[in-house]
């Protein structure tokens, strides 16, 4: 895999609030909705389906195949802004996190903070660097 792997270069993508961003998954009338908290701006594959294609008829979660691969990629793009993150780490993102999303919040929504993302990213680009040395 090529691009960023160093945890260090990955956080300096982001400034400091964009820890305190919330992405929040929920169901409503058969689609899936995930908005960026707190401006509620809603997230959508468009941007991400530019760089590769797993599923255009949108995101999933809470199991490995292509709808959580789209969302994988969707959630890196948005919250680091690069494509390069984004696509060397989206994968293992899908593995480790959006594969274990589920609506069991009292309100039927999962929560994504941006700290867990951080801490997933450098779990990732951690394991990365130490398999390429």
């Given at each position: 895999?090529?691009?960023?792997?160093?945890?260090?270069?990955?956080?300096?993508?982001?400034?400091?609030?964009?820890?305190?961003?919330?992405?929040?998954?929920?169901?409503?009338?058969?689609?899936?909705?995930?908005?960026?908290?707190?401006?509620?701006?809603?997230?959508?594959?468009?941007?991400?389906?530019?760089?590769?294609?797993?599923?255009?008829?949108?995101?999933?979660?809470?199991?490995?195949?292509?709808?959580?691969?789209?969302?994988?990629?969707?959630?890196?793009?948005?919250?680091?802004?690069?494509e390069e993150v984004a696509?060397?780490?989206?994968?293992?993102?899908?593995?480790?996190?959006?594969?274990?999303?589920?609506?069991?919040?009292?309100d039927g929504c999962w929560?994504?903070?941006?700290?867990?993302?951080?801490?997933?990213?450098?779990?990732?680009?951690?394991?990365?660097?130490?398999?390429?040395?």
């Amino acid at each position: 895999m090529s691009g960023i792997t160093d945890s260090h270069s990955i956080e300096q993508l982001r400034g400091a609030t964009d820890a305190e961003v919330v992405y929040i998954g929920s169901r409503c009338r058969g689609q899936t909705i995930v908005e960026k908290h707190p401006d509620k701006e809603r997230l959508t594959p468009d941007r991400s389906l530019a760089l590769e294609n797993h599923s255009p008829s949108g995101f999933e979660w809470g199991y490995g195949g292509s709808g959580p691969a789209q969302l994988a990629l969707a959630l890196l793009l948005d919250y680091t802004g690069s494509e390069e993150v984004a696509l060397a780490h989206y994968t293992e993102f899908k593995n480790r996190v959006v594969s274990q999303l589920s609506c069991t919040e009292p309100d039927g929504c999962w929560r994504l903070t941006g700290r867990e993302i951080d801490v997933a990213l450098r779990e990732v680009a951690d394991e990365s660097v130490a398999l390429s040395a």
